[in-house]
């Protein structure tokens, strides 16, 4: 294999430059309300494309655990709130039923 | 105060190095199997620190793609990450300049949504271990990985491959708790991603840049008109 360092480096750098310019271009300036609501609203729109579809191959081909250890998660989350329980805890579910049915 | 985000920022970054250690052996396993050097695999994490991108270029070197392909490649799949900072930016206020050059290195999808989804002021203290614990995973991980193999358990890494998506429903449910519209958005993202996805037309790592794009601007509309009823009503 050739000497990829180069290659490293341009990556790090495409990959660094498109994270680090918008707090430059926003800074501290006031933005119009619309351009604001829309930043303010950047949140909810990525974690849903986040969670879907990519959880369902979470684990790959044990639909099942997928859906039990995020059952969890989404319970003792809705009703108890946190994050360290709802994560072990889903992760712990999942190793159950993996153990149970593979 | 500052002991307090200490505490918080590692109760929320657990998860995340949790969540990271497993594609991040993942790397090493691959990187090892490409012939790189473990300096080169080190590096790959330790200055790109970039998951999926990582994967990709190294499946495209395989191919014999040249660098210059590589690193368009590069851009285009970690150019969400633009519109993720776009809204930190609004969130960090006075943090100086100094300080920013190290948050923007770290904003990774989860990272961004644990900082997001953090309802208290932002404090230098709490991003920082928060990224600290994020990095130290990943780096960690690929240099594990690349130096012993598969050494957890094959039942316990995949079970592990669930963490980071029950992190990010755990960080959002308080959100969907208290409003109908947050939760209307998440539905229609995630709804139209699947849809994306499905398709197929997008490069890699565009799908979800036209989620954000489409739903924050119709979730924008429906903020002003809030506002709007806010003042005038």
């Known amino acids: 294999m050739d000497n990829i360092i180069p290659l490293i480096s341009g990556m790090a750098v495409v990959t660094y430059v498109p994270r680090l310019l918008p707090f430059f271009l926003i800074g501290s300036n006031e933005l119009p309300k619309r351009v604001d609501a829309f930043l303010k609203c950047i949140p909810v729109a990525a974690i849903g494309a986040l969670i879907i579809p990519g959880v369902f191959n979470a684990v790959p081909d044990a639909p099942m655990a997928v859906i039990c250890g995020m059952g969890f998660t989404l319970v003792f989350g809705f009703w108890k709130g946190g994050i360290i329980v709802p994560v072990l805890g889903s992760v712990a579910i999942t190793y159950l039923v993996l153990l149970l049915t593979v | ?233």
């Open chain 2, 1 to 233: 105060m500052t002991n307090n985000d200490v505490k918080r920022a590692l109760k929320a970054g657990f998860p995340i190095f949790i969540g990271y250690v497993p594609p991040a052996i993942a790397f090493g396993i691959l990187a090892k199997a490409c012939e790189i050097t473990l300096l080169e695999c080190f590096l790959f994490s330790a200055v790109v620190f970039a998951g999926a991108s990582q994967f990709i270029a190294l499946n495209l070197l395989m191919t014999g793609m040249g660098p210059g392909g590589i690193i368009l490649t590069t851009l285009l799949v970690n150019f969400r990450h633009f519109l993720m900072s776009a809204y930190l930016s609004t969130r960090i206020g006075k943090m100086s300049k100094r300080y920013v050059f190290f948050l923007a290195f770290g904003v990774t999808d989860e990272v961004f949504s644990v900082l997001s989804f953090t309802k208290r002021r932002l404090s230098k203290t709490f991003v920082f271990i928060l990224q600290l614990s994020a990095y130290t995973g990943w780096v960690t991980g690929t240099v594990a990985g690349y130096v012993m193999g598969g050494f957890l358990p094959e039942i316990l890494t995949k079970s592990m491959g669930i963490a980071l998506y029950s992190l990010l429903l755990a960080i959002l449910l308080p959100e969907l708790k208290t409003s109908v519209k947050a939760l209307c958005l998440t539905i229609a993202s995630a709804g139209l991603n699947t849809f994306l996805i499905k398709l197929d037309v997008l490069p890699s790592g565009w799908n979800i840049i036209v989620c954000i794009l489409v739903i924050a601007s119709i979730g924008s509309f429906f903020i002003s008109k809030q506002q709007g009823e806010k003042v005038y009503g």
